[in-house]
């Protein structure tokens, strides 16, 4: 099982209200990614961290920024949400790979569901 | 060409018959292979990993991978309605950069 955790779960917010999404593992994965989902379309990867310090942009363009101080927390944070920003985030895990395949595995977190009113 | 495809659906099974679903990919130094489902609104479950040719089952479902041929596939047996859902197939490439399709989405009618 996952050790993935998101909150806050569900968020509705007004105009202009600064935001973090948290986002922590217990799993000791280096690598920490943000997707941003709309119902019944493809995950976009807005995104990653492969370790302490470390953050890049992901494939789709995000107005949100992210930061990386300790291995197991990776926040996404908002800092004036706008209707457009109303989308369920997926907060993503992965190991270094190493002597088993199964390292390079990757789990989800349960979300957040944001709106911005 | 997108990295990983996949038939977007939707894919529509009996009750106990067998859901086939197909995913292709073009990097052909990709090395392991993931199928993911997801439920509406849920967060994707990673449900089975590949990374040798051939067959790998576990439980209901199958994994299929032919490098040669750059396709991976999931076979679910005796669909159940419960298997209504989302999959996504996701494969590792040169560079370990983890690339996701954009699902399948299956219909287990009763």
């Known amino acids: 099982e996952a050790d993935i955790y998101q909150t806050p779960r569900y968020l509705v917010i007004g105009t202009g209200k600064k935001i973090t999404l948290e986002c922590s593992q217990t799993?000791?994965?280096?690598?920490m990614y943000w997707y941003q989902q709309d119902p019944g379309m493809e995950l976009h990867l807005i995104h990653y961290?492969?370790?302490?310090?470390?953050?890049e942009k992901g494939d789709l363009s995000s107005e949100s920024t992210v930061s990386r101080i300790r291995t197991e927390h990776f926040p996404l944070t908002l800092e004036s949400a706008r209707p457009s920003h109303t989308s369920q985030y997926l907060c993503?895990?992965?190991?270094?790979?190493?002597?088993?395949?199964?390292?390079?595995?990757?789990?989800f977190g349960p979300g957040t569901r944001l709106t911005v009113l | 060409q997108k990295e990983v495809e996949q038939n977007s659906g939707p894919l529509s099974v009996p009750e106990g018959a067998i859901a086939s679903l197909n995913c292709t990919y073009s990097?052909?130094?990709?090395?392991?292979f993931f199928w993911y489902r997801q439920y509406s609104g849920k967060s994707p479950e990673l449900i089975m990993s590949i990374y040798s040719n051939g067959d790998k089952e576990d439980g209901r479902f199958t994994a299929q991978l032919n490098k040669a041929s750059q396709y991976v596939s999931l076979l679910i047996r005796d669909s159940q309605p419960s298997d209504s859902a989302t999959y996504l197939c996701?494969?590792?490439?040169?560079?370990?950069?983890?690339?996701f399709g954009g699902g399948t989405r299956v219909l287990v009618k009763p």
């Open positions: 961290s492969y370790g302490v310090n470390s953050t």
């Open positions: 993503a895990s992965r190991g270094a790979g190493g002597s088993l395949p199964s390292y390079n595995e990757q789990f």
């Open positions: 990097d052909r130094g990709s090395q392991s």
């Open positions: 996701a494969v590792i490439a040169a560079g370990n950069k983890l690339t």
């Open positions: 799993m000791g994965h280096d690598k």
